[in-house]
């Protein structure tokens, strides 16, 4: 067995859902909807079933979606994009990161990241032999540590990884943070792996800027977004890298051993999506909106410091009001089993020594669910 992922156990999503499903408890762990996405991007797919394609689509990706993409780019960055050396199709965001780390990283290269981390990153880092020098962010302010920052590049430092709209923390980096972080990048010559899975999911005045559009990052951004999310089909994996030439001519070599390629007629399908006017972007931030608003306001009215939740589909909240005694995983355990509710430990985004009395709710879920979410825990505490 490798001994980098053998140190590794099974993810807490996975551990969460399990103890959720255990325990008839509602999940409000792992992130996923509970109504499936667009029934046109789902009809068109189950067509292309029938209909083909159903052999191995190109390498890079079939040629509409990735036009679809570079379409995408153009009407909410205002990027041009080159749909046939600048974007490709993978299975999820996850191979997505995957890709851009076996193509991007050797031995011995310097990668900084921000925690709290997406649990795919460190491990699949580590076991290229490239080596992580991480920063924080931590509740309730989420800052950006810019002394920190400073001291993690380095002359060995290859790759920054940019997850915003982030997860769990519901922060969407402003326009001065990545200029901050842009102007680091360019110093020592770095690459950023942006995971932008999220981008459609930002909330109340702010906004999501790609790093790639700011000044001298726009071929050094590798840019990865999730249909997953975007369309509510999280169980589909279909992803897509935006990527100068020479970044995505590396990418697509770890892509093509890794996959090779990815489904077609669900690529078909999000191509379609992708090219939904302008109202089905809105509706979807707006719906998603008002259900954090909803499950924002019950776990107040419960009694927990609910924290500003700027975008994706999770809030973080404090339960040090109750006076528990325990951490975070505890407390998730203890919500399962006592109050048929299930949350995810903050804690779980650190390597080691995070937050405590935090978790994360995760609120893309039917209004009907959330409230009786919270009825439970109100009649818990
Ligand atoms: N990055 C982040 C920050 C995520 O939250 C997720 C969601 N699971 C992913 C990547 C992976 O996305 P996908 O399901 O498209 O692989
Ligand atoms: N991104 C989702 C979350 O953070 C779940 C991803 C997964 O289950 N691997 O909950």
Same mark, same amino acid.
């Given at each position: 067995?490798?001994?980098?992922?053998?140190?590794?156990?099974?993810?807490?999503?996975?551990?969460?859902?399990?103890?959720?499903?255990?325990?008839?408890?509602?999940?409000?762990?792992?992130?996923?909807?509970?109504?499936?996405?667009?029934?046109?991007?789902?009809?068109?797919?189950?067509?292309?079933?029938?209909?083909?394609?159903?052999?191995?689509?190109?390498?890079?990706?079939?040629?509409?979606?990735?036009?679809?993409?570079?379409?995408?780019?153009?009407?909410?960055?205002?990027?041009?994009?080159?749909?046939?050396?600048?974007?490709?199709?993978?299975?999820?965001?996850?191979?997505?990161?995957?890709?851009?780390?076996?193509?991007?990283?050797?031995?011995?290269?310097?990668?900084?990241?921000?925690?709290?981390?997406?649990?795919?990153?460190?491990?699949?880092?580590?076991?290229?032999?490239?080596?992580?020098?991480?920063?924080?962010?931590?509740?309730?302010?989420?800052?950006?540590?810019?002394?920190?920052?400073?001291?993690?590049?380095?002359?060995?430092?290859?790759?920054?990884?940019?997850?915003?709209?982030?997860?769990?923390?519901?922060?969407?980096?402003?326009?001065?943070?990545?200029?901050?972080?842009?102007?680091?990048?360019?110093?020592?010559?770095?690459?950023?792996? /942006?995971?932008?899975?999220?981008?459609?999911?930002?909330?109340?005045?702010?906004?999501?800027?790609?790093?790639?559009?700011?000044?001298?990052?726009?071929?050094?951004?590798?840019?990865?977004?999730?249909?997953?999310?975007?369309?509510?089909?999280?169980?589909?994996?279909?992803?897509?890298?935006?990527?100068?030439?020479?970044?995505?001519?590396?990418?697509?070599?770890?892509?093509?051993?890794?996959?090779?390629?990815?489904?077609?007629?669900?690529?078909?399908?999000?191509?379609?999506?992708?090219?939904?006017?302008?109202?089905?972007?809105?509706?979807?931030?707006?719906?998603?909106?008002?259900?954090?608003?909803?499950?924002?306001?019950?776990?107040?009215?419960?009694?927990?410091?609910?924290?500003?939740?700027?975008?994706?589909?999770?809030?973080?909240?404090?339960?040090?009001?109750?006076?528990?005694?325990?951490?975070?995983?505890?407390? /998730?355990?203890?919500?399962?089993?006592?109050?048929?509710?299930?949350?995810?430990?903050?804690?779980?985004?650190?390597?080691?020594?995070?937050?405590?009395?935090?978790?994360?709710?995760?609120? /893309?879920?039917?209004?009907?669910?959330?409230?009786?979410?919270?009825?439970?825990?109100?009649?818990?505490?």
């Amino acid at each position: 067995v490798n001994e980098i992922l053998s140190g590794y156990g099974t993810t807490i999503f996975e551990v969460t859902s399990a103890l959720a499903l255990k325990h008839n408890s509602i999940n409000l762990g792992q992130g996923f909807p509970d109504v499936d996405g667009p029934e046109e991007i789902r009809q068109i797919a189950a067509d292309a079933l029938m209909t083909g394609p159903n052999q191995y689509p190109p390498l890079m990706g079939l040629p509409e979606l990735r036009q679809a993409v570079a379409r995408h780019n153009k009407r909410f960055y205002d990027l041009d994009v080159d749909w046939q050396t600048e974007v490709m199709v993978t299975a999820g965001a996850t191979e997505a990161l995957c890709d851009c780390f076996m193509g991007l990283l050797n031995p011995g290269d310097e990668v900084v990241l921000i925690e709290p981390l997406y649990d795919s990153y460190l491990p699949i880092i580590r076991h290229i032999g490239a080596i992580p020098k991480l920063v924080r962010v931590e509740p309730p302010h989420w800052e950006l540590p810019r002394e920190e920052l400073e001291k993690a590049f380095s002359d060995k430092t290859k790759l920054l990884v940019l997850n915003s709209p982030m997860n769990p923390s519901g922060k969407v980096f402003t326009k001065d943070e990545l200029s901050f972080l842009a102007a680091l990048v360019e110093k020592h010559d770095a690459y950023v792996v /942006c995971d932008e899975v999220y981008e459609h999911l930002v909330f109340d005045d702010h906004q999501h800027h790609p790093l790639m559009t700011l000044p001298g990052m726009r071929d050094r951004c590798a840019r990865i977004g999730s249909a997953g999310k975007t369309f509510s089909l999280t169980g589909w994996k279909i992803g897509y890298i935006t990527a100068s030439p020479h970044l995505m001519k590396a990418i697509a070599k770890a892509h093509q051993f890794v996959t090779f390629t990815v489904v077609p007629n669900l690529q078909k399908a999000i191509a379609a999506g992708l090219d939904f006017p302008d109202d089905y972007y809105r509706d979807f931030t707006a719906g998603m909106q008002a259900q954090r608003d909803l499950l924002a306001t019950g776990l107040r009215d419960v009694g927990f410091n609910v924290l500003d939740s700027q975008g994706t589909y999770f809030l973080t909240v404090d339960f040090s009001p109750f006076g528990f005694d325990g951490d975070d995983a505890e407390f /998730c355990r203890y919500i399962t089993l006592k109050a048929g509710v299930t949350a995810v430990p903050t804690g779980a985004f650190y390597q080691e020594g995070g937050p405590r009395n935090f978790v994360r709710f995760c609120f /893309c879920k039917q209004p009907s669910l959330l409230n009786e979410a919270i009825d439970r825990l109100r009649k818990f505490f």
